[in-house]
Nanobody
Framework: QVQLVESGGGLVQAGGFLRLSCAAS????????MGWFRQAPGKEREFAAA????????IYADSVKGRFTISRHNAKNTVYLQMNSLKPEDTAVYYC?????????????????WGQGTQVTVSS
């Protein structure tokens, strides 16, 4: 069992930045791929970014590419999402997720554990 706890959300003006963190319990964090998803009100949860177990590969949704950066620190059991140049359409609850498969993926069904989410609100 893996527990994931997100932090770092908040209210920011358009053009600003936030850094989300996701702390994981358990000893196998370094073998999991990690992903960030987001869900805006009235919309389905969508993929934002993911990183391989080693940190060597990352993938991004087109909507965040060039603005968001996912990274991880395996010794700290933590994954991060640096969000720059934020837009009002980035407003959502952001979730981190862990995948036993170890390889970065955009597919929600590939992720085995989810955090409770952290709210990000971008004002115009």
């Amino acid at each position: 069992q893996v527990q994931l706890v997100e932090s770092g959300g908040g209210l920011v003006q358009a053009g600003g930045f936030l850094r989300l963190s996701c702390a994981a319990s358990g000893r196998s964090f370094s073998s999991y791929a990690m992903g960030w998803f987001r869900q805006a009100p009235g919309k389905e949860r969508e993929f934002a970014a993911a990183i391989r177990w080693s940190g060597s590969n990352t993938i991004y949704a087109d909507s965040v590419k060039g603005r968001f950066t996912i990274s991880r620190h395996n010794a700290k059991n933590t994954v991060y999402l640096q969000m720059n140049s934020l837009k009002p359409e980035d407003t959502a609850v952001y979730y981190c997720a862990a995948s036993i498969g170890g390889i970065e993926t955009t597919k929600r069904v590939a992720y085995d554990w989810w955090g409770q989410g952290t709210q990000v609100t971008v004002s115009s």
